[in-house]
């Protein structure tokens, strides 16, 4: 048992971007797993921790810290190795431009892809679907050129932009490999076909020394 706890909802792209940090890091902690259907992250019990009823919550000691950029930051200040937002100026700066391009272009359309797939209401949404994989269609070509050249998204090593990044990459496959999706075309499953080089770059990630340590238990 640790002093370091992390509450989690599987699944969740924020969490998992922390679960494969401290993994990076071997940084050992307890996973807490909320459920999500039962709603555990809006219980009185949950919102004493984080008020806000979300997750990634991460609690180290008596040190507790909300949202996942701001414990990604935390856990690199308190182990700064491997560094995951750089060591030079320009490092950094590229690492975020690579976090902001995701939250800005890239985040939004995934779920808009993936959240009626997940609810089995392709049919329904298929305009949306549709549109938003062209969106998607187009971040993921900036990566494939990014990646052609370099072995991970901002530079020659694992930074906090893949940490944030392959999640996405990850829910946008879940959703884009189903069955009811096939019928819609979207050009992005499987990866490799459309996009190598992302499709080699999640490789590396997946053949991390501890990435299975951080894989979504209800995926497995």
């Known amino acids: 048992m640790t002093a370091r706890e992390l509450y989690f909802i599987s699944g969740s792209p924020p969490c998992w971007s ?27 019990e949950y919102l004493a921790i984080n008020p806000r009823g979300q997750v990634p919550v991460l609690i180290d000691g008596d040190i507790t810290v909300c949202e996942t950029l701001a414990v990604l930051s935390y856990l690199d200040a308190a182990t700064p190795a491997p560094p995951l937002f750089g060591t030079s100026p320009i490092e950094t700066a590229k690492i975020w431009q690579s976090i902001c391009d995701c939250d800005g272009n890239l985040r939004e359309p995934v779920g808009q892809i993936s959240r009626p797939l997940f609810r089995g209401k392709a049919d329904e949404f298929i305009d949306q679907i549709t549109g938003a994989a062209e969106t998607v269609r187009d971040e993921l070509s900036l990566y494939e050129t990014m990646l052609q050249d370099n072995g991970w998204l901002a530079g020659d090593s694992l930074s906090a932009a893949d940490l944030i990044v392959f999640p996405v990459i990850m829910q946008l496959l879940r959703a884009a490999g189903r ?26 990630i997946e053949a991390l020394p501890r990435y299975a340590n951080a894989y979504p238990p209800h995926w497995k």
């Open 18 to 44: 922390v679960m494969l940090a401290l993994e990076v890091k071997g940084l050992a902690y307890t996973p807490r797993r909320l459920d999500n259907a039962k709603r555990e992250q809006k219980s009185p």
């Open 179 to 204: 069955d009811d999706a096939a019928p819609l075309q979207l050009a992005i499953y499987p990866l490799a076909d459309h996009f190598p080089n992302l499709a080699g770059w999640v490789n590396r």
